[in-house]
């Protein structure tokens, strides 16, 4: 059991710098951050938030277990990864409009 920590930095066509342990447990420094905790011999996810549509990232994850045993991070790297497009980010909102005339329902 562990956690896995991710990260994104922004790549404008020339590369990025691995991110230190830090910058990936806490999220300094990267523009989009995410992370959970695991169990072992399963799968996860990690949401990596704050990250723009149509955008080129680099991502890098960090994973230690309960001992605090670590990985490579340069090794987790992946490349020109782009987010997708469009959609629809705003949440839906509700306005209550109250009724122009209260009507008992008793009256005859």
């Known amino acids: 059991d562990g956690m896995v920590y991710c990260g994104a930095k922004l790549n404008s066509g020339s590369g ?3 991110p230190s342990v830090y910058e ?6 990267l523009d989009g951050h ?3 905790s695991v169990k072992a ?12 549509p149509s955008t080129v990232y680099d991502l890098y994850c960090y994973a230690t277990d309960s001992w605090l045993n ?3 991070i340069a090794s987790t790297k992946k490349s020109q990864v782009t987010t997708a497009s469009g959609g629809d ?4 909102t ?3 409009i109250a009724p122009f005339e209260v009507v008992d329902s008793t009256e005859a």
């Open 16 to 18: 990025t710098t691995t």
């Open 24 to 29: 990936l447990e806490t999220g300094t420094d």
């Open 34 to 36: 995410g992370s959970t």
């Open 41 to 52: 011999n399963t799968f996860g996810q990690v949401v990596v938030a704050g990250l723009a």
């Open 70 to 72: 670590g990985i490579d």
């Open 89 to 92: 980010y705003t949440p839906p």
């Open 94 to 96: 509700f306005e209550y």
